[in-house]
């Protein structure tokens, strides 16, 4: 079947220090990711995106990682701050059109 | 601020009711999504319209239909209201129409409380 979810529920780090967040998904929802990061009352923010045949995306302070052996993806947020306090969704393609959303973690950034 | 607006941002309705949700995409998008958020069962993707067309379908209800007119906006209608339709509504937009070809910017949603 088809399904995109995450490990944990709750992160919580120090500020400074950098966060992973894990993301693992099914046969199907395999071609195409996208991290989210939704702060309390507002809608998703769009934070990165990789596709298949890449196995790391690099943007700014974040690194997407996907391992297609073990159908896994990783969001790295590194010197995270108070301001990334947020839920942080992945969400997968599948059928070319449709996006299947994991269940999210939120991040608590603690000083 | 995304750029993507919402109307009304909160909504409260009894059971068996219509309502319709409204959305105006950033300038210059072509493509507008439907997506519900709920407790039990997180971030759905329900509809997606590309230039008043119909370009793809999630887990949307029969009860529920949309539109995109041609001035680009959209409308989600939700009709025969139930307790379990009680939600967050969100519109995302893009410029581009396939879903892995470009960012998606979302509104800030409109929370439905159905009485």
């Known amino acids: 079947g088809e399904s995109v979810g995450l490990h944990l529920p709750t992160l919580s780090v120090q500020e400074g220090d950098n966060s992973i967040i894990n993301c693992a998904y099914s046969n199907s929802a395999s071609d195409y990711f996208i991290w989210y990061k939704q702060e309390s009352g507002k809608g998703p923010q769009f934070i990165i995106d990789i596709r298949s045949n890449m196995d790391k995306r690099q943007g700014q302070r974040v690194t997407v990682l996907l391992n297609k052996t073990v159908k896994h993806l990783s969001l790295q947020i590194a010197a995270t701050q108070p301001g990334d306090s947020a839920v942080y969704f992945c969400a997968g393609l599948v059928s070319a059109d449709k996006l299947i959303f994991g269940t999210g973690t939120r991040l608590q950034v603690f000083p | 601020d995304s750029g993507v607006t919402q109307t009304p941002k909160h909504l409260i309705t009894a059971t068996g009711q219509r309502v319709t949700l409204r959305c105006s995409p950033r300038?210059?998008?072509?493509?507008v999504y439907w997506y519900q958020q709920s407790l039990d069962q997180g971030l759905q993707f329900l509809i997606q319209y590309y230039n008043g067309e119909e370009r793809a379908k999630g887990n949307i209800l029969e009860r529920f239909s949309a539109q995109q007119f041609p001035d680009l906006h959209s409308e989600l209608n939700l009709s025969s209201l139930e307790l379990g339709d009680s939600a967050l509504y969100f519109c995302?937009?893009?410029?581009?129409?396939?879903?892995?070809?470009?960012?998606?910017?979302f509104g800030p949603g409109t929370r439905l409380t159905v009485t």
């Open positions: 995302a937009s893009s410029v581009v129409r396939d879903i892995n070809s470009g960012e998606q910017y």
């Open positions: 300038s210059g998008d072509l493509s």
